[in-house]
């Protein structure tokens, strides 16, 4: 991968690999673009129904917090990241446990 990094972290037999690189303004554009042509899609397809909808009110939501997200990465900078977690029967479910714990972002909805 160029331009991307690689980190490698090895404890208690699971493995966290995690590789990482500057995301392009214009690809953080692209995101951002996206997420508000499928938040349009949904309302439109949601309001001609003519019912509410507590499904579509929550993905609307998701959605909402990611144009977040990627309206912060174009004013601050983002990163690409992926990660990969490795371990054995024992070891993975709670390496993906504390993954979560510390990696889960804070401005999605509860």
Do not use: C
Not at 18 to 34: C, H, N, P, T, V
Not at 53 to 79: C, K, N
């Amino acid at each position: 991968m160029d331009g991307m990094h690689d980190g490698n972290l090895l404890k208690d037999a699971a493995a966290l690999r995690e590789l990482y690189g500057e995301a392009s303004e214009g690809a953080i554009a692209e995101i951002r673009d996206s997420v508000l042509n499928e938040i349009r899609a949904v309302q439109a397809a949601a309001s001609s129904e003519g019912a509410p909808s507590p499904l579509t009110e929550q993905y609307v939501a998701l959605l909402t917090a990611a144009l977040t997200a990627a309206g912060d990465g174009m004013a601050t900078g983002a990163w690409r990241t992926a990660v990969y977690l490795l371990g054995d029967r024992q070891s993975y479910p709670r390496l993906a446990s504390a993954w979560r714990s510390v990696t889960f972002p804070s401005y999605l909805p509860s």
